[in-house]
């Protein structure tokens, strides 16, 4: 039996490009993905989109929530699948073989969770790389230095969010951050690094929508590794800085 991929996408007002993600959805090769969409009752014709792509979908919920992480929530306690991950609806996997390459990488028994890299791209052209996020290796102490995997290419065995919960909602911004630094840290994963591209995310989220914004996600993070007791402001720091790297270095090729 195939190892089956659960892909949550939350959706609020994405009707210009909500389209697109689930095409990506369903031009993936991996022939066991369950496709789940938590709309947050959108009011700009997100609705009738995902209406239209209903038999494409295993589930559909549209009704109102408290954020984007309440959102991913409902959608991980609904699915099904072997593993779950996430394709924001801003977002497109980088090629029809993504999810085949998470797939591989989860045959080891021993692997509670894969990530890759991912490329920012511009918000009305996705052809046009912005930003490339070369996550690495995981490594002991990497935690403590600020490092974390691109959230959108992290996909875990359903029965990690079983055993170290979810989203934790009291965060509005880094509650990935922290759910990684609890997976990763107090959790003790075993990951597995696939060095290529799996996600093209659009610039303009939440995080650094405005100054406020990112005043707010630095004092999440702070809150995230208090929590956690990994890191402290120097970790913060580091963690802001090595994203400047990620505007100079070239992005592969697109496959």
């Known amino acids: ?3 089956k991929i659960s892909v949550v996408t939350a ?8 389209a697109e993600a689930l095409a990506s959805v369903q031009g993936q090769t991996w022939p066991s993905v369950e496709h789940i969409v938590i709309d947050g009752a959108s ?3 997100t609705l009738p989109i995902l209406q239209a792509h209903r038999d494409q979908l295993a589930v559909l919920v549209s009704e109102p929530d ?3 992480y309440d959102a991913l929530n409902k959608g991980i306690l609904r699915a099904t699948g072997d593993v779950v991950g996430f394709l924001h609806a801003d977002d497109l996997f980088e090629a029809p073989g993504s999810l085949a390459g998470v797939a591989a990488a989860f045959a080891d028994p021993a692997v509670d969770a894969v990530y890759g890299d991912l490329v920012y791209v511009r918000q009305q052209d996705p052809t046009q790389v912005v930003r490339y996020w070369r996550a690495g290796r995981f490594k002991p102490g990497c935690l403590e230095q600020g490092w974390m995997p691109p959230h959108p290419t992290f996909y875990v065995r359903r029965s990690v969010y079983e055993r170290l919960g979810l ?11 922290e759910c990684i630094l609890r997976f990763l840290g107090r959790g003790g994963l075993r990951v597995a690094y696939l060095p290529q591209v799996l996600v093209r995310m659009r610039l303009g989220g939440i995080s650094n929508e405005s100054v406020s914004s990112m005043l707010r996600k630095s004092r999440e993070d702070y809150a995230a590794m208090r929590i956690n007791a990994i890191g402290g402001m120097q970790a913060l720091l580091r963690k802001n800085l090595t994203k400047l790297p990620q505007f100079v270095r070239r992005a592969p090729d697109t496959v």
């Open 11 to 18: 959706v609020f007002n994405r009707a210009g490009t909500v």
């Open 43 to 45: 009011t700009d014709g």
């Open 66 to 68: 408290q954020g984007i």
């Open 167 to 177: 989203f934790d909602t009291r965060f509005r911004i880094s509650a990935d951050y």
């Open 1 to 3: 039996m195939s190892l």
